[in-house]
């Protein structure tokens, strides 16, 4: 297998903002091609870094990567969702920093073999862990006409949603609807010409939509995000980069949630008197520069929110 290059995104923008120090404990929720794991290890002489990575191939590269760079890391063989869980098994209760990148890493969309892209023909996959039962192909072909239509709406916030799904079920009745460019064609049939006319890929937004579902991921990361907001210490951050509008949702919500004080009416305290366990670091979203985008046009839709907590919980 011959090496992809991995460009992480909004770099110098996510090492800032985790304000990493030496002998700090920071996690990588997504380690993918190390490109941000790499350069959190190289600021660490006493700390140490956890990072969380389920696909095989990226475990391997990724262990490279950050061996020619230090021996204080370790990956851990799981989804983030089970974060809170894997850490405390080896007595981290505590960290100062963790990083969310929840881009598809660029050896996943490369390699064709794994069913995630729509330009290049394969078997319909879309796995995160390979290991997993659930893949596109099983969605695809028998899912019924309701459940199609409300995976690529909800999750791919696609408007031909009825259609693609009509599609699909009639095309599936003549035979299984096995790859990823058959599947490209079809959606390409159910949209109309003139929306087809406006640019990007027709295909784009139900790949999306499909990659989401196989994987639970909106449900995984708001799991993971609320319980690595309990982990961090005092001073501690997180970096989350998001891509599309549902992630960058359950973000600022769940960030927003944690950074503002609301007190219900009647009680005789002030919301002004009461001071929030977190502080957002960015108030407005941050986003790649034109530069980064010209250079690695997979970041355009990227944004990077910080949070950082300012106080343990019941300490004065």
């Known amino acids: 297998m011959k090496d992809y290059e991995h460009i992480p995104v909004m770099l110098e923008e996510v090492i800032a903002g985790l304000n990493i120090k030496a002998g700090g404990i920071y996690v990588d929720c997504t380690m993918g091609g190390a490109g941000h794991a790499a350069e959190i290890l190289k600021r660490l ?16 590269r ?134 087809r006319r406006k640019g990007g890929h027709p295909a784009k937004k139900v790949f999306q939509a499909l990659r989401i579902a196989v994987n639970d991921e909106l449900n995984v990361f708001e799991k993971s995000l609320t319980d690595a907001l309990s982990l961090l210490k005092e001073g501690g951050r997180i970096a989350v980069i998001t891509f599309h509008s549902l992630e960058d949702r359950i973000c600022k919500r769940l960030f927003k949630s944690k950074t503002e004080i609301i007190t219900p009416r009647g009680l005789p305290i002030k919301a002004s008197e009461l001071k929030p366990e977190y502080r957002l670091i960015n108030r407005k979203v941050i ?13 355009h839709s990227a944004k990077l929110r910080i949070i950082e907590r300012i106080k343990e919980e019941n300490n004065e």
């Open 45 to 60: 002489s006493t700390g140490y870094l956890y990072c969380f990575e389920q696909d095989d191939y990226a475990i391997t």
């Open 62 to 195: 990724g262990s490279e990567v950050l061996s020619s760079i230090s021996d204080r890391f370790k990956i851990i063989s799981d989804n983030f969702v089970n974060l809170k869980a894997r850490l405390q098994a080896l007595n981290v209760n505590a960290v100062d920093g963790i990083l969310y990148d929840l881009g598809v890493s660029s050896f996943q969309l490369d390699i064709g073999e794994r069913g995630f892209s729509y330009n290049q023909d394969a078997r319909l996959d879309m796995r995160m862990d390979t290991s997993s039962n659930l893949t596109a192909y099983e969605i695809v072909n028998t899912y019924s006409y309701e459940e199609l239509k409300r995976i690529f709406y909800t999750y791919g916030e696609e408007k031909f949603s009825p259609r693609i799904a009509s599609k699909i079920i009639e095309s599936r009745q003549i035979k299984p609807i096995t790859t990823t460019l058959e599947l490209s064609e079809i959606i390409k049939e159910a949209i109309p010409a003139f929306a």
């Open 287 to 299: 986003t790649p520069s034109e530069e980064e985008i010209k250079r690695n046009h997979r970041a």
